[in-house]
Nanobody, 126 residues
Framework: VQLQAFGGGLVQAGGSLRLSCAAS????????MGWFRQVAGKEREFVAA????????YYANSVKGRFTISRDNAKNTVYLQMSSLKPEDTAIYYC????????????????????WGQGTQVTVSS
């Protein structure tokens, strides 16, 4: 599956953004989808994941209650709704696909994912 993320931009602290990740291919619904973020000089950080049917979601503690991951399998798209944004949320955000299903621990590890989008920049100003 090939992925393309978009929707990033510049927003003031406290604002909202919605990221989208469009997937090509016919196996989107077979994949758990994840969002990660990365700041220059730091490791890629887990943000959220959603299982194939969308029935289960996982979040990093740093975004829990502020971010919501969702998916539309009919549109081959996964979303990340970000609210109450903070300057520390500034990063390049990547979507990723993991074939099948697994535990929170596995799904929070970037190296476990098979496919990655190109990333979209999110900048939160104070």
């Amino acid at each position: 599956v090939q992925l393309q993320a978009f929707g990033g931009g510049l927003v003031q602290a406290g604002g909202s953004l919605r990221l989208s990740c469009a997937a090509s291919g016919r196996t989107f619904s077979d994949h758990t989808m994840g969002w990660f973020r990365q700041v220059a000089g730091k490791e890629r950080e887990f943000v959220a994941a959603i299982r194939q049917s969308g029935g289960s979601t996982y979040y990093a503690n740093s975004v829990k209650g502020r971010f919501t991951i969702s998916r539309d399998n009919a549109k081959n798209t996964v979303y990340l709704q970000m609210s109450s944004l903070k300057p520390e949320d500034t990063a390049i955000y990547y979507c990723a696909a993991y074939y099948g299903d697994s535990t929170y621990y596995t799904l929070s590890q970037a190296y476990k994912y098979d496919n990655w989008g190109q990333g979209t920049q999110v900048t939160v100003s104070s």
